[in-house]
Nanobody
Framework: EVQLVESGGGLVQAGGSLRLSCVTSGFSFDDWGIGWFRQAPGKKREPVSCIHNRDGSTYYAEPVKGRFTISSDRAKRTNYLQMNSLKPDDTGHYYC????????????WGQGTQVTVSS
């Protein structure tokens, strides 16, 4: 069974940092990609960043470029999203997911972790 469990969210002042973790199980971590999405109240879920563990290629949404860093620890089967210079606009519920590498292109999601940035 594929499982993803996020943690590391919290309340932080603007300019601060947080590191989100996504602990995974149940799939070939080395061969799949892991992504982070976020959803603010009243807004659609939007992509933040992703990494393909096979070749290490990464993607960052424009609003987070230069501030967020995605990485993977293969031994721990854990993905991280280091978030620096946080802004109130970064507030939202953050989810990690698997890319479409599963049979049928199924994507799996964690339950998310809340990030709140105060001004």
């Amino acid at each position: 069974e594929v499982q993803l469990v996020e943690s590391g969210g919290g309340l932080v002042q603007a300019g601060g940092s947080l590191r989100l973790s996504c602990v995974t199980s149940g799939f070939s971590f080395d061969d799949w990609g892991i992504g982070w999405f976020r959803q603010a109240p009243g807004k659609k879920r939007e992509p933040v960043s992703c990494i393909h563990n096979r070749d290490g290629s990464t993607y960052y949404a424009e609003p987070v470029k230069g501030r967020f860093t995605i990485s993977s620890d293969r031994a721990k089967r854990t993905n991280y999203l280091q978030m620096n210079s946080l802004k109130p606009d970064d507030t939202g519920h953050y989810y990690c997911n698997t890319d479409g590498s599963a049979p049928g292109g199924v994507m799996y999601w964690g339950q998310g972790t809340q990030v709140t940035v105060s001004s």
